[in-house]
Each structure stands twice: as C-alpha cells, then as structure tokens.
C-alpha cells in the first residue's frame, strides 16, 4: 500500500511556464511535507519542505502548497527553466521519526 | 567538507557474494540514514542511526543485511549472499537537525547482482 502516490510518471513544460508537479497522500498524520529533485547518477537533493500547519511555502521560484483535506501537495515552479530538468520526489514525515516516505517520482522536462 | 561520500559508486558482483559499502557523511552532523531505491520506485528506508545507535531497520532489511556505524563516524552497509533482488542503488544521507532542512544525500552505491 503505498502511502505517498506520485500519479505522473512525466511532465513536459516549455522554458518561462509554469510546471506544476502533484503528490497525494493517504496519512493524515504526516507532520512534514519535502520535495527533492534528483539529477541522473546523483544522489536527491532537498528543495523546500512545508508543515502541516502551513498551507503555503515560497523559496524564490519554488512553491508548494498543501491542503490538508484533500491531502494533496503541490510543487510550482515559476518560471520554469532547462535546469530544472530532473526527477522530483515528493516526500513525507511524521513525529519525531526521522524516516522519509517517498513517491515514486515525476520527471520534468524544460524544453529551451 | 564536501558532502556525504558513499564508495563504490558501482558494484557488480556474482550471486551468492558479499558485498560491503561505505558512508562517510558530512563531519558535523549525527544523523545517518540507508536508503535504497529500485528503478521506477522512489528511494525506501532500510534504517537509521544516530550518532553510533542503530534507531530503527525497516523489515526491509533481511537478515542478510547488516548496518553499522562504528564511532558514529562512518558507517558501512554489508549484503551477504547477493541475490538478483538486491540490485538496486543504495543511498545514504545524513542530517544534524530535524525537518524542515531535510537530509543530505549521497550520490549511492549502484549494485548489480548477476
């Protein structure tokens, strides 16, 4: 049963839109909500992360938005650009356990 | 300091082998992690240490897995007994604070198990 559900496996945009990237999830006591991006042959890095008591979090061309009823969290990312180009993991916490449950993944592709 | 270090980068090996990998995370932070993640699946806990206490495994890791953490330094992740199953990159990061920050990752071990 997989408890973080990333339903795109792709996303194509064009350079200075917006992409939006969707997560879902099925725990409604996850306390943290993070997105990583990964570029081939490297590890994830981490991009922004949101609470569960905020419905928003900003990080100058990064958003995430999060509604806890629905439990749905989204990435926007505006204006898109080549560099972005990467897979995007949605993740998610809970308590005080350090344990990160992910999505499968989308990958986004920016084309110039 | 540059980053979380994880050696080799690639491993092939026969079925039935062992193999050992190794973190080396960033000095300062006392937090380790063992991720492993298979092709079109996000990466999947397998365990978590703090300074050099193992925390918690995840049923993931089978009795042929074995994770330590010596010193709470470096920390090395052995496989007995290879199966194909086991093919798969094996990721480590490590943390000083909790969220939101998040973890920092290496780039991983890719095993192959012929």
């Known amino acids: 049963d997989q408890q973080v559900k990333q339903n795109s496996p792709s996303l194509s945009v064009q350079e200075g839109r917006i992409s939006i990237l969707n997560c879902d999830y099925t725990?409604?006591?996850?306390?943290?909500f993070l997105w990583y991006k990964k570029y081939p042959a490297e590890g994830p890095t981490f991009l922004i992360s949101?609470?569960?008591?905020?419905d928003k979090n900003e990080d100058g061309r990064f958003t995430v938005f999060l509604n806890k009823s629905a439990k749905h969290l989204s990435l926007h990312i505006v204006p898109s650009q080549p560099g972005d180009s990467a897979v995007y993991f949605c993740?998610?916490?809970?308590?005080?356990?350090?344990?990160?449950?992910f999505g499968k993944g989308t990958l986004l592709t920016v084309n110039p | 300091d540059t980053g979380v270090s994880q050696n080799p980068r690639h491993k092939i090996t026969k079925r039935g082998q062992n193999v050992t990998f190794r973190c080396d995370p960033i000095s300062e932070h006392n937090r380790l992690y063992w991720y492993r993640q298979t092709l079109g699946q996000g990466p999947e806990f397998l365990t978590y240490f703090q300074n050099e206490a193992q925390l918690e495994k995840s049923r993931l890791l089978s009795d042929r897995f074995s994770a330590e953490r010596p010193k709470g330094s470096f920390s090395t992740l052995e496989i007995q007994r290879t199966e194909q199953g086991d093919s798969a990159m094996y990721l480590c990061a490590s943390s000083l604070r909790g969220f939101p920050y998040g973890y920092t990752f290496g780039s991983g071990t890719r095993l192959t198990v012929v």
């Open positions: 993740a998610t916490q809970r308590g005080s356990n350090y344990k990160l449950t």
């Open positions: 725990n409604s006591m996850f306390d943290y």
């Open positions: 949101i609470s569960s008591i905020k």
